[in-house]
C-alpha cells in the first residue's frame, strides 16, 4: 500500500515541477489536398522525384507522401503557399517586382512574361501565396497558363 501512496504523490508533483513540456509536443500536423495545373493538364505530383520517400532534399515542413494525394505541413511552425510550394523537391518558388516566379523540373514559369500567369488559390479563392498561410484542409491549386 506504501508503495502505490509514493507513485500517486511522485507523479502528481511532475506537473507542479513545471515539466509538463516532456509531454507536448509542439510540431503542427496539417494536411490537406494540392493540385497543379499547368495550361489546363494536372502535373504528376504523385512522381518518386517530388515524395518524401524517395526525395534526397524534402522538408518535414511541407512535403508530399507516395501513399495518398495529400500534402503534410508537420513543422514547428505554419507555412505560406509560396514557401510551401519551394520546399517541394524539384520546385521553387521566388517573386521578382511583384512577379510570381515558379521553376518546375528547371522549367521556369515567369508572371512577368506574356502571356504567363500565374494564380495560387486556397479553396477555389485566389489568395497571395507570400502572405497566404496554409489551413488545415486547404484545397490548395496552383494555376500556370502559358497559351503554348
Same mark, same amino acid.
Given at each position: ?13 511532475? !506537473?507542479?515541477?513545471?515539466? =509538463?513540456?516532456?509531454?507536448?509536443? /509542439?510540431?503542427? +500536423? ?10 489546363? %493538364? !494536372?502535373?504528376?505530383?504523385?512522381? /518518386? ?19 495518398? /494525394? ?18 517541394? !523537391?524539384?520546385? %521553387?518558388? %521566388? ?8 521553376? #518546375?523540373? +528547371? ?5 512577368? @512574361? ?14 497571395? !501565396?507570400?502572405?497566404? @498561410?496554409?489551413?488545415?484542409? /486547404?484545397?490548395?491549386?496552383?494555376? #500556370?497558363? =502559358?497559351?503554348?
Amino acid at each position: 500500500m506504501n508503495r502505490r501512496a509514493v507513485l500517486v504523490a511522485c507523479s502528481s508533483l511532475l !506537473p507542479l515541477a513545471g515539466c =509538463t513540456t516532456l509531454f507536448e509536443d /509542439d510540431a503542427i +500536423d496539417k494536411r490537406g489536398e494540392l493540385d497543379v495545373v499547368i495550361d489546363g %493538364e !494536372p502535373h504528376d505530383l504523385s512522381a /518518386d522525384r517530388y515524395q518524401a520517400e524517395h526525395a534526397d532534399d524534402h522538408s518535414i515542413d511541407f512535403h508530399l507522401h507516395e501513399h495518398d /494525394d495529400q500534402w503534410y505541413m508537420e513543422g514547428e511552425e505554419p507555412v505560406t503557399f509560396a514557401t510551401g510550394i519551394d520546399l517541394l !523537391p524539384h520546385f %521553387e518558388y %521566388e517573386t521578382e517586382a511583384d512577379d510570381h516566379v515558379v521553376t #518546375i523540373d +528547371d522549367t521556369v514559369y515567369d508572371g512577368s @512574361e506574356s502571356p504567363t500567369s500565374i494564380d495560387f488559390l486556397a479553396d477555389d479563392e485566389s489568395v497571395d !501565396p507570400t502572405s497566404y @498561410e496554409i489551413q488545415d484542409g /486547404d484545397a490548395l491549386r496552383l494555376e #500556370i497558363e =502559358t497559351d503554348e
